[in-house]
């Protein structure tokens, strides 16, 4: 029997419901990305943290968070290569209110389980909550 998955932490949802292709004729082909793995690629590519950073910060391992990065890209490479739209779904992602910004680092992060007021990344007590004004 397969261990149950983990909810991957998410900080907030894509901003976009989908991408379309422009000039191209339409297509029935769609690429569905789920709002994890855009998390993952925000993480690596956008905020620029290494593997081991992103993973603490959305409460998975980090050969899961690998995982879950290479997915990302191999459907935005699908989608670029052959045309398709992009569409954003749930997946398997938990929207947490509780969020934190530490002012030394810039990381976004959830409360730990040990529940230390302490960043994960850099170790500094200089945190404050993010207002989710949703």
Not at 48 to 64: D, F, Q, V
Not at 84 to 96: M, P, Q, W, Y
């Amino acid at each position: 029997m397969p261990r149950r998955r983990r909810l991957r932490k998410v900080v907030a949802p894509p901003g976009f419901k989908g991408y379309k292709p422009y000039g191209h004729k339409e297509n029935n082909r769609m690429v569905e990305l789920n709002y994890e793995e855009y998390e993952a690629i925000k993480l690596a590519d956008y905020d620029i943290l290494n593997h081991e950073e992103a993973s603490k910060l959305m409460g998975i391992s980090r050969a899961t968070f690998a995982r879950i990065y290479e997915s990302a890209r191999r459907k935005i490479a699908k989608a670029l290569v052959e045309s398709s739209e992009i569409k954003t779904v749930f997946g398997n992602a938990h929207l947490d209110n509780d969020w934190f910004l530490c002012t030394s680092c810039h990381a976004r992060f959830n409360q730990p389980e040990s529940n230390t007021n302490a960043c994960p990344i850099c170790k500094t007590n200089n945190i404050e909550p993010i207002i989710n004004n949703d």
